[in-house]
């Protein structure tokens, strides 16, 4: 089975801190992606990327950057974290040969105070 | 751009009831569609999804949804729920390589 494992599963911060989300996945997959979670408004698209250290912009970028410098590994960045970032963060992994499923990391949700 | 439409937000049914939760998009050409639940404290898992040919495709646990090309519409039916199908259920759309777009999802709620 594919594994998506995201660093860590509650993380609380200070607004101004620099909030590093680390996502592994071990199945050579190509797609990776950050969505973020919020209820009412479904999951949008943060960010993703389709090769090594290649990225795109998804629905939402702004406040965030990522760093994808090795294929199983797609880092998701805040800069400088606010209230307004307080959320569930999922990481996920598909693959052409998968038929473009994606498979989801169980998720870190962070608080900013 | 693509977008997706739930159109209910929660739905409160007892155990054997039918079940069918709309879902439509909107993208003019070729898409690939799919389902997914969250279990209570669980992560996100594929439930069916549909990318061509038999537009009724079944999924896991005796779910099943229909493609209707016309009415852009993929909804998610089973003829029988269960208490542990309580659960968000989301519909998605890839439209083309640009991610998957979610709709805000379903909080389905099973009475014993």
């Known amino acids: 089975d594919v594994k998506v494992t995201q660093s860590s599963r509650y993380l609380v911060k200070r607004t101004g801190e620099k909030v590093f989300l680390e996502c592994v996945q071990d199945m050579d997959h190509e797609n990776m992606f950050w969505y973020r979670q919020d209820p009412g408004l479904g999951l949008r698209l943060i960010y993703f990327?389709?090769?090594?250290?290649?990225?795109e912009k998804g629905d939402i970028p702004e406040g965030y950057s990522v760093s994808r410098e090795k294929k199983e590994r797609f880092s998701l960045i805040l800069e400088s974290a606010s209230t307004n970032q307080t959320s569930m963060y999922l990481c996920?992994?598909?693959?052409?040969?998968?038929?473009?499923?994606?498979?989801f990391g169980s998720g870190t949700r962070l608080t900013v105070v | 751009a693509q977008s997706v439409s739930q159109h209910n937000h929660h739905v409160i049914l007892s155990e054997a009831a039918s079940l069918e939760l709309g879902c439509n998009y909107s993208?003019?050409?070729?898409?690939?569609l799919f389902w997914y639940v969250q279990y209570p404290g669980q992560h996100l898992q594929l439930l069916l999804k549909y990318f061509s040919g038999d537009p009724l495709v079944k999924g896991i646990k005796g779910f099943e949804a229909e493609f209707i090309k016309s009415k852009f519409s993929f909804n998610l039916r089973k003829p029988s729920v269960q208490w542990s199908d309580t659960a968000e259920y989301f519909c998605a759309v890839n439209a083309q390589t640009d991610g998957l777009t979610f709709g805000k999802g379903t909080h389905l709620i099973i009475q014993p």
């Open positions: 990327s389709y090769d090594v250290k290649m990225k």
């Open positions: 996920a992994s598909s693959s052409v040969d998968t038929g473009l499923s994606y498979t």
């Open positions: 993208y003019g050409g070729t898409v690939n």
